[in-house]
């Protein structure tokens, strides 16, 4: 964990904005889906994709610190359904892979609909909070 | 994701465009009355039935005919209770859609929760009312060893198959071996054979589904012989109803746990928290698919048991019962409260929305039925009753 939190460090600093140029956040994940922060960028794909109502998927992502900005602390990730006001009914566990990559395991939307699938990435300072809108048929 | 959303959407465009009422081609009064193309995409997210029969991984005997036939024989077999008298069909009985037509089911004592049917448990992800069991074989342990159903224990059960030479000649056959000293070993193995047979009840097709799919093929002389009042109320199912939201896919259920609205007190003074108790003993049961007796040793169906996330507002949450054959399974809802479909129907229209248990969840609404929409919705639900056995 130290290992990987040093390397992302390392990357952070080396990586151009996450926003800019020809290198992408989430380049190596194929067709992935960005969402833009002040502070990070996260590019995940969900398998399967699309997300089927009521089995069980794993969101691959990774975490691009914008410049000057730290790896954060801590990742969660979460969903729920605005309009019916409630959550998934399972808690996903996430692992951290190399080079600042992780997965999501245990998400399951149970009902279809329009979900908001959240990543909260947290430091000693505050946390942002990136959110995408999934509709499951 | 997007270009199956794509393709579904286009497709149901073009059955629509296909149903579309054209002079000359439908016969039958009410055949132009088709769903717009959004009704039509729900309707057959219904469907198609049945689906495919796979075997449970967790069950190493899931699919063996000797296990079918030695589940078969443990089903019907009064002594694994413990007064004797006692069988799973006693409670499951085939004449009434494997249930019982009592509100709550009465074993060796009364119980707090409606029988469920058997038909199309397979598969599922969890199991009973308040999903306590993850496998439909730690689902078919726990009946026999509950104080209030068969009143049995593991150690009678093993002796009894340890000693009835028919029941020992069925273990031989379907373990391949003698049965051994412990009794939680062949008292799972038994179970596990009662799995396989249950996994082997199941519902066959009805007038829903030969219209959902005369609709998916753009049949339009099958679809016009679907009683017109069915089509209003399975147009108020996934339509007003957002019934669907819940009761979905092919087996009309999301696997999943809502509180309705019915009050949890099982009596004047004990509370029945449903989901929330259920999950606390899943996490507590050694039959549970994290546990030693899982005979899949890659756990490959044991994620929502690993995930599965206990909350407050799983109290009084109850799981959503599939409705194929619910004309034949009264009374209804968890604790046998309501006595036909029409007061189901009604429960809903009226819903005291204050009454709801749930932290803030907020998918049900008084729907506000009319006599006529609730005529309709029981015409429909009524279509999906089998057309043969069982």
Redesign the interface.
Known sequence: MRLRSLLAIALAGVMPDAGAGAWACGDELGSARRLEGDRYVVAYVTVPAPIVAGAHFVVDFVVCPRAGIATPDSVRVDAMMPEHRHGMNYRPEIVAAKNGRYRAHGLLFHMSGRWDLTFDLSTATGTERLTETISVE | ?????TF?VIAACIVATAMAPQAGVMAQPGASDFPEAEAL?RIL?LGPWPVAARNDPSNRVSGNADAVAFGAALFIDTRLSGSQRIACATCHRPDRAFTDGRDRGVGAARGDRNTLTLLDVAGQRWYGWDGANDSLWSQSLRPIVDSREMNGDLARLAALVRSDAALRQHYVRTFGSAPGTRDDRIAVDSAKAIAAYVETLRSTRTAFDDYRDALARGDVSTASRYPTAARRGLALFVGKGRCD??H??PRFS????HDVGVPFFAERTRVDSGRYDGIRRLQASPYNLLGAFNDDPARSTA??T????LAH?NYGEFRVPSLRNVARTAPYMHDGSLATLRHVIRHYSDLDEDRLH?D????LRPLRLSDVDIDDLVAFLETLTSAGPP
């Open positions: 994701m997007s270009a199956r959303g579904v995409k997210q939201l819940c979905s896919g999301n696997g999943e746990f994620t929502s690993r995930h599965v996330s507002r749930a803030g969840e907020s998918i």
